[in-house]
C-alpha cells in the first residue's frame, strides 16, 4: 500500500509561484508513475503531469505547459509540482496519485493510490 501526502497549497495572486509536495510512504519503490491532478468546482478532474520515477520522464496537459514543472527526490519519497506563472484559471484542489504500472497505463486505467488534496487558489 502507499500512502501519499500532499502539501504546499495555499492563496495566492496572479502571476505568482506555488510549489506543492506529495510525500510518499509506504511501498514506495512500486510506483513507476507519480502524477499531479486538479479539479476545480463544477468541472471533471483533469491530469496536470505526469513523471516516470525511474527515468524522470515527464508529460504536461498543454494548458500548463512551461509554467509546470514535476520533479521528484526518490531519497526523500517526495515528489514536487512547481506552478509559476500561476492564473485564476489554475484554482483547482490538486492531488498526487501514484501507480505501479508506467504512466501510459497508468494514465489509460486510471491511477491506484491518491492522496488527499491540497487547494490552490489563485485570485487578485
Known amino acids: 500500500v502507499v500512502q501519499l501526502v500532499e502539501s504546499g497549497g495555499g492563496a495566492v495572486q496572479p502571476g505568482e509561484s506555488v510549489r506543492l509536495s506529495c510525500a510518499v510512504s509506504g511501498a514506495t519503490s512500486s510506483a513507476n508513475c507519480m502524477a499531479w491532478f486538479r479539479q476545480a468546482p463544477g468541472k471533471e478532474r483533469e491530469g496536470v503531469a505526469t513523471i516516470s520515477t525511474a527515468s524522470a520522464e515527464s508529460y504536461y496537459v498543454d494548458s500548463v505547459k512551461g509554467r509546470f514543472t514535476i520533479s521528484q527526490d526518490i531519497a526523500k519519497s517526495t515528489w514536487y509540482l512547481q506552478m509559476d506563472s500561476l492564473k485564476p484559471e489554475d484554482t483547482a484542489m490538486y492531488y498526487c496519485?501514484?501507480?505501479?504500472?508506467?504512466?501510459?497505463?497508468?494514465?489509460?486505467?486510471?491511477?491506484?493510490?491518491w492522496g488527499q488534496g491540497t487547494q490552490v487558489t489563485v485570485s487578485s
Open positions: 496519485a501514484a501507480d505501479i504500472r508506467v504512466c501510459r497505463e497508468a494514465a489509460k486505467r486510471g491511477f491506484s493510490f
